[in-house]
Nanobody, 124 residues
Framework: QVHLVESGGGSVQVGGSLRLACVAS??????????LAWFRQAPGMEREFVAA????????YYEEPVKGRFTISRVDAEKSSYLQMNALKPEDTAVYYC???????????????WGQGTQVTVSS
């Protein structure tokens, strides 16, 4: 069992930056065994993929609208994943969730574990 907790959300103006963090915990957890991802869900919308990172951290995947603005990373020794978000836009407003999976990585994965989410609000 993996428990994920996101933090770092908040309110920011257009063009600003935020850094989200996701800390994992669990009995004898070895985070390097898991691929990690970030999703988001805006009000009235379905949850959508944002970014993912492979077990080694060498491969990353991004939803087209965030390419060049968002960066996903991981620090397994800290049992953490990060999402650096720059040049934020009003359409980035959503609840952001981190997720983990043992066997697959990418946008078309039914991730095994999910956090509770953190709210990001971008205002003009």
């Amino acid at each position: 069992q993996v428990h994920l907790v996101e933090s770092g959300g908040g309110s920011v103006q257009v063009g600003g930056s935020l850094r989200l963090a996701c800390v994992a915990s669990g009995r004898a957890l070895d985070l390097s065994r898991y691929s990690l991802a970030w999703f988001r869900q805006a009000p009235g919308m379905e949850r959508e993929f944002v970014a993912a990172i492979s077990w080694s951290g060498k491969s990353t995947y991004y939803e087209e609208p965030v390419k060049g603005r968002f960066t996903i990373s991981r620090v397994d020794a800290e049992k953490s994943s990060y999402l650096q978000m720059n040049a934020l836009k009003p359409e980035d407003t959503a609840v952001y969730y981190c997720a983990a999976d043992l066997q697959r990585v990418g946008s078309r994965v039914e991730y095994d574990y999910w956090g509770q989410g953190t709210q990001v609000t971008v205002s003009s």
